[in-house]
């Protein structure tokens, strides 16, 4: 009797511990969902509206994210066309405009990373810095996000900005004659110019531009020499 007893509490207390279980998950689940809603709510409030448009192009940030990915695609693995280049500008000037209006936008860590890569593909100046400044707010401002940690790995192992050197006049060539058997040297490869850039992880690398032959300056026409003049006149009547 005692034993049957027993074992009627422990079914007893089983049966109350399943139900305070069940009880309980409804109230978790509201709680988790609650909590996913507030964050959406808070990605919504800080988002731009997807027909809002932006910069000079007037551009949404789906435009701007197109521009970005087309332009890399025609950049292919380094340029400096002149189309490309105002392309990437334009683009630019609208994602600023969109990050000053809706700096928190969780959208804008993916358009700076195609910013950053599209001008890190344009071997000037300008260019080359500001694909270092994304890629560094990039690390520091959306650090947490996926982009961010990408470039936090990559730009812990450097960045380096490839700028042209000004293009310089091809080498004239002149023939060589070789006295004897000696077989000459050949000329010494010129090592690219390295000058470390004022911001960590960050280096600067002068490419050689593609040369160009000067026109050849025209030499002055000779004037013509004038031809000697002859005056013919009236024919002497004939003898009568």
Excluded at 10 to 30: C, E
Excluded at 45 to 56: I, L, Q, R, T, W
Excluded at 116 to 130: H, T, V
Excluded at 132 to 157: D, I, P
């Amino acid at each position: 009797m005692k034993r049957s007893f027993a074992i009627l509490c422990i079914l007893a207390l089983a049966l109350a511990a399943t139900d305070r279980a069940i009880g309980a998950a409804p109230q978790s689940t509201k709680a988790s969902s609650s909590q996913w809603q507030q964050q959406a709510r808070e990605r919504y409030v800080h988002s731009a509206p997807g027909d809002e448009y932006f910069g000079k192009l007037k551009l949404s940030y789906l435009g701007i994210n197109n521009t970005l990915h087309d332009d890399a695609i025609r950049a292919g693995d380094h340029t400096v066309d002149p189309s490309v280049v105002s392309s990437a500008l334009l683009a630019e000037n609208a994602l600023l405009d969109w990050e000053h209006k809706y700096p928190g936008d969780p959208q804008l860590a993916r358009s700076l990373f195609l910013m950053g890569q599209l001008f890190s593909k344009i071997w000037m100046p300008y260019e080359q810095d500001r694909a270092a400044f994304y890629y560094l707010q990039l690390e520091s401002k959306f650090g947490t996000t996926y982009f961010g940690k990408l470039m936090r790995g990559q730009m812990a192992k450097g960045f380096t900005e490839h700028i042209y050197d000004a293009p310089a006049p091809c080498p004239t060539t002149t023939p060589i004659v070789y006295i004897g058997p000696e077989t000459p040297s050949p000329a010494p490869t010129p090592t690219p110019v390295t000058t470390p850039a004022p911001r960590a992880h960050v280096h600067i690398e002068m490419e050689a531009s593609a040369c160009y032959t000067p026109a050849p300056t025209p030499s002055p026409t000779p004037s013509p020499t004038p031809s000697p003049i002859l005056e013919i006149g009236n024919p002497s009547p004939a003898p009568t």
